[in-house]
C-alpha cells in the first residue's frame, strides 16, 4: 500500500512543484501558506494557500481580511495514488490547525481550462456560480490587473493612465469565468453559504492535474515552522 503523507514545505518545494506540474507555471506572491505532498517519501506536489489576487476577497461574505483564505494552487504528479480531492481534504486540516481565525476559504476553477471544479465537488465545497472577469493587454502581454496594480499602483489599472504612460494600445480583455467554490470553516458560515448554493455544474469530468509531466523525485522534505511568506 502506498503511504501518504502531508506537511508544510519549503517555498523552493512549492515553487518546484508549480513551475513543474501547474498549468500557469506561476508561482504565486505575498504571504502563502504551502502544503507538501509525499507518496512513499516521494515529492508529488504542494498545495498552496495565500491571499489571492483579489484584495476584497473577504467582502462579498461580511468578514475580515485575516479571516478569509484562498486556495491559490494545487500542483500535483500526475500517476499519484492517493486522490487530488483527498489530498485537498488534509492539506485543509493543517490550514485550519496553523491559522485557527480562518472562517472560510475560497477557491476557483479555471473554465478557460476547460475546468469545472471536480475536485471541489468531490471534496463538498460550496458553488457559488461563475465570475465574469477580465485582463489588461500591455506591451503585448495579457496580464492581470491585480499584477499592474502591484506595478503601477492604483493608476495600473486605469486604462487612460496606462495608454498614456505605458503603452497606447493597452486594452481591456475578456476572459472566460471562473467558477467559484467555497470551503466554510465555521458551522456558521456553512449555514450562511449554504442558502446561497448552487447546484453543481455537470458534464464531461476535467482534470484537476497540469498533464504533459511525468512525476518526479525533487528531494524536498517536510520544513516547520510553516514557511509563510514567500
Known amino acids: 500500500m502506498t503511504t501518504l503523507r502531508l506537511d508544510f514545505c519549503s517555498h ?3 515553487r518546484h ?3 513543474r506540474w501547474h498549468y500557469s507555471r506561476q508561482m504565486p506572491k505575498a504571504k502563502l501558506v504551502k502544503v507538501g505532498i509525499w507518496e512513499d517519501d516521494k515529492f508529488r506536489g504542494a498545495i ?6 483579489n484584495r476584497h476577497i473577504a467582502r462579498p461574505f461580511g468578514l475580515q481580511s485575516t479571516e478569509v483564505a484562498e486556495l491559490v494552487r494545487v500542483a500535483l504528479a500526475p500517476g499519484r495514488k492517493h486522490p487530488t480531492s483527498q489530498c485537498v481534504a488534509i492539506s485543509l486540516k493543517l490550514l485550519r490547525r496553523q491559522s485557527p481565525g480562518l472562517k472560510l476559504v475560497v477557491s476557483y476553477a479555471d473554465s478557460g481550462q476547460g475546468h469545472r471544479g471536480v475536485i471541489y465537488q468531490a471534496g463538498g465545497w460550496i458553488f457559488l456560480g461563475g465570475s465574469e472577469q477580465s485582463y489588461i493587454k500591455v ?5 492581470h490587473p491585480r499584477s499592474l496594480y502591484d506595478r503601477y499602483g492604483r493608476n495600473g489599472q486605469s486604462i487612460p493612465w496606462l495608454r498614456e504612460h505605458v503603452d497606447p494600445r493597452a486594452d481591456r480583455v475578456p476572459m472566460p469565468p471562473k467558477w467559484k467554490y467555497v470551503m466554510p470553516l465555521t458551522k456558521p458560515m456553512r449555514r450562511k453559504l449554504e442558502a446561497l448554493a448552487q447546484p453543481y455544474l455537470r458534464g464531461r469530468s476535467d482534470t484537476s492535474d497540469t498533464p504533459g509531466f511525468q512525476p518526479g523525485e525533487a528531494g524536498a522534505t517536510p520544513s516547520r515552522p ?3 511568506t514567500s
Request: no cysteine.
Open 48 to 53: 498552496i494557500y495565500g491571499l489571492g489576487a
Open 12 to 14: 523552493d518545494a512549492a
Open 226 to 228: 510553516l514557511q509563510s
Open 17 to 19: 512543484a508549480v513551475m
Open 139 to 143: 506591451l503585448g502581454k495579457v496580464e
